[in-house]
């Protein structure tokens, strides 16, 4: 079974910046692609950003340029750096593991952003 804890969620200032971690448990993070969700309130669910194993990246047209996933295998943890926040940011933002060996999808319990204009 893989957790994934979510942190680094809050309030900022339109322009301003955070960044998000999500940290896992189990073996061979590695191998496993990685990824950030947002769902605001009303709308659904959307790919923010993702991370396969080769560290391979794409991520939303409304985040590009803004928004920088990466990943630290040895602390089993992603990261998505937001910069230049702006107000249809504002959303919970899930960290998602989908394991390599079966296809797998894992969640987290959410983190929640809000931006300020």
């Known amino acids: 079974q893989v957790q994934l804890v979510e942190s680094g969620g809050g309030l900022v200032q339109a322009g301003g910046s955070l960044r998000l971690s999500c940290a896992a448990s189990g073996s061979m993070f590695w191998l496993n692609t990685m990824g950030w969700y947002r769902q605001a309130p009303g709308k659904e669910r959307e790919l923010v950003a993702r991370i396969t194993s080769a560290d391979l990246r794409n991520y939303a047209d409304a985040v590009k340029g803004r928004f920088t996933i990466s990943r630290d295998n040895a602390k089993n943890t992603v990261y998505l750096q937001m910069n230049s926040l702006k107000s249809e940011d504002a959303a919970v933002y899930y960290c998602?593991?989908?394991?390599?060996?079966?296809?797998?999808?894992?969640w987290g319990q959410g983190t929640q952003v809000a931006v300020s204009s």
């Open positions: 998602n593991l989908v394991r390599r060996t079966d296809g797998t999808s894992y």
